[in-house]
Nanobody
C-alpha cells in the first residue's frame, strides 16, 4: 500500500526554521517527482515547491524563494522541505505529494500528483 506521511510541523517564531519530512512506504521515491503544497485557512491550496524525480529541476513559489529548499533522499525514501526565515504568512497545513515520473519534468498543479500525505500543521507566531 502506497503511503506518504509528513513529519516536522509545529509552532515556530518568526525568523525560525523547520524541516519537514515526507516518508514514503510501499514504494520507492527514486522515479517519483515530488512537491510540497500548503493550504492556509480560507485559502486555496498552493504550490510551495516541486522537484523532478532526479532533483535536477526544481521550482519555488515566489513567496518562498531563497528561504525554502526542497530535496529528496532516495536511500531514506524521504523527501524534505527545509524552511528558513519563516514568516507568519507561512502558517498553513503543508502537504507532500508525488507522481510517477522518470523524466526530468516538474509538475506545478495539484491534480498532476497521484499520492498525497495527510498534511502537517506549521504555525509561525510569536
Amino acid at each position: 500500500q502506497l503511503q506518504l506521511v509528513e513529519f516536522g510541523g509545529g509552532l515556530v517564531q518568526p525568523g525560525g526554521s523547520l524541516r519537514l519530512s515526507c516518508v514514503a512506504s510501499g514504494f520507492t521515491l527514486d522515479y517519483y517527482a515530488i512537491a510540497w503544497f500548503r493550504q492556509a485557512p480560507g485559502k486555496e491550496r498552493e504550490l510551495v515547491s516541486c522537484s523532478s524525480s532526479s532533483g535536477g529541476s526544481t521550482k519555488y513559489a515566489d513567496s518562498v524563494k531563497g528561504r525554502f529548499t526542497i530535496s529528496k533522499d532516495n536511500a531514506k525514501n524521504t523527501a524534505y522541505l527545509q524552511m528558513n526565515s519563516l514568516k507568519p504568512e507561512d502558517t498553513a497545513v503543508y502537504y507532500c505529494a508525488v507522481r510517477d515520473s522518470a523524466l526530468g519534468y516538474v509538475y506545478l498543479r495539484a491534480n498532476e500528483y497521484d499520492y498525497w500525505g495527510p498534511g502537517t500543521q506549521v504555525t509561525v507566531s510569536s
